[in-house]
């Protein structure tokens, strides 16, 4: 598989509505607590598989600019899933680092079709 194809891969339609589909399996009569959250190596764990897609696609220069927007990516998620259990996180907080998240995937996104668009030419 290509390092282009693993990046699509990640990005596809196909596998967010498996996994949209997958989520809307779960009866509703399971409580919140029987659903099994992201955790802080799971979590780790697809960051770093991203990254190294991310390195090993990209061109120096295009994989500096990346990991400006992965540093802050790591950030947040470190914020938002803590190492310890210990950490509570305030609601209002919560929502706020999940839209964070949200955003700076979605900059990593941008950034990495405009590279490939510009790398076809």
Request: aromatic letters at 6%; zero cysteines; a negative charge.
């Amino acid at each position: 598989m290509t390092k282009s194809n693993r990046i699509e891969e990640i990005f596809s339609v196909k596998q967010l509505r498996k996994s949209w589909a997958q989520a809307g399996d779960i009866s509703e009569k399971q409580h919140e607590t029987d659903i099994i959250q992201p955790d802080y190596q799971n979590v780790m764990s697809v960051f770093d598989r991203l990254s190294d897609i991310i390195s090993q696609r990209f061109s120096k220069d295009q994989g500096e600019v990346i990991d400006l927007i992965m540093g802050e990516l790591k950030e947040l998620l470190l914020q938002r899933f803590p190492k310890t259990k210990d950490t509570e996180i305030v609601e209002n907080e919560e929502a706020f680092l999940n839209t964070a998240i949200g955003e700076a995937l979605n900059q990593i996104e941008d950034l990495v079709e405009a590279f490939e668009l510009g790398n076809r030419k």
